[in-house]
Nanobody, 117 residues
């Protein structure tokens, strides 16, 4: 079993930055990819970004160029640097992990990001 804990959310003004962190523990040897989803009120959950164990990265088009995902395998951490935040980025951001078979069954508790003036 994998346990994921996020941190770093909060309130920020439009144009500001936040850095989310996700710490993995437990059966970390089973983890291949890690990443972030977000869900805003009244909207479906959407995949923001993911990074595989060997460093392959994907981004959703709406955050490409503004968000940067990174991973430190030595610390079992994944990060999401969010720059030039917009009000439409307001959502609960949740960390997830997938195993080598592509099963994505472990999730964090989520952290709220609010972009507002």
């Amino acid at each position: 079993q994998v346990h994921l804990v996020e941190s770093g959310g909060g309130l920020v003004q439009p144009g500001g930055s936040l850095r989310l962190s996700c710490a993995a523990s437990g059966s970390i040897f089973t983890i291949n990819s890690m990443g972030w989803y977000r869900q805003a009120p009244g909207r479906e959950r959407e995949l923001i970004s993911a990074v595989t164990k060997d460093g392959k990265i994907d981004y959703q088009d709406s955050v490409r160029g503004r968000f940067t995902i990174s991973r430190d395998n030595t610390k079992n951490m994944v990060y999401l640097q969010m720059n030039n935040l917009k009000p439409e980025d307001t959502a609960v951001y949740t960390c997830f992990s997938c195993d080598l078979e592509g099963r994505c069954v472990y999730w964090g508790q989520g952290t709220q990001v609010t972009v507002s003036s």
